[in-house]
């Protein structure tokens, strides 16, 4: 074997469309570009949502609704759902760092525990937030609850 004797794998590398070079290569003339025009242009850029002139979707969709920008969003976490974690993962504890290093919260989510479901395991909780029949039944099970 030899470098000049070296070949890529046969249907690993394409020819590129050579355009602009004479009428002869089919390619010739307006460059595969049409006629005229902005497009046919050099340094052409068509805008994200540009429509031709055309009313943007965007815009003719009508606006609905309310978007609160103070809005808190929890990633919430049911009592039935608090046991299986525990035994799956292992948890010695149930913190946001915790669960982030097991992957299932982001670093930035905010944790909140909710009553669905009955808890059997006794566990530390260091939480966000928490619903009243939450910390009523994680007391009444022997665990504790701290709020962040």
């Known amino acids: ?15 590129t469309k050579r355009i602009g070079r004479g009428e002869g290569s089919g390619h010739g003339g307006t460059a595969t570009k049409g006629s005229k ?20 979707i965007q815009r003719r969709m009508p606006k609905r609704g309310f978007k609160n920008p103070f809005r ?16 799956k993962y ?4 149930f913190t946001p760092e915790v669960l982030y290093i097991n992957g299932l919260i ?6 909140k525990i909710l009553a669905t479901g009955e808890l059997k395991s ?12 939450a910390l ?3 007391k009444a099970n022997g665990g504790t609850i701290e709020l962040i």
């Open 72 to 87: 808190v969003e929890y990633k919430v976490f049911n009592l039935s759902q608090i046991d299986f974690l525990v035994e």
């Open 136 to 138: 009523e039944a994680i």
């Open 37 to 56: 025009g902005q497009q046919a242009r050099t340094g052409y850029q068509s805008k994200k949502g540009h429509e031709g002139g055309q009313m943007p």
């Open 106 to 111: 982001n670093r930035t989510d905010l944790v």
């Open 90 to 93: 292992s948890l010695p504890e």
């Open 122 to 133: 006794t566990i530390s909780f260091k939480v966000n937030k928490a619903s009243a029949k």
């Open 1 to 15: 074997m030899q470098l000049h004797t070296l070949k890529p794998a046969a249907g690993s590398t394409k020819n």
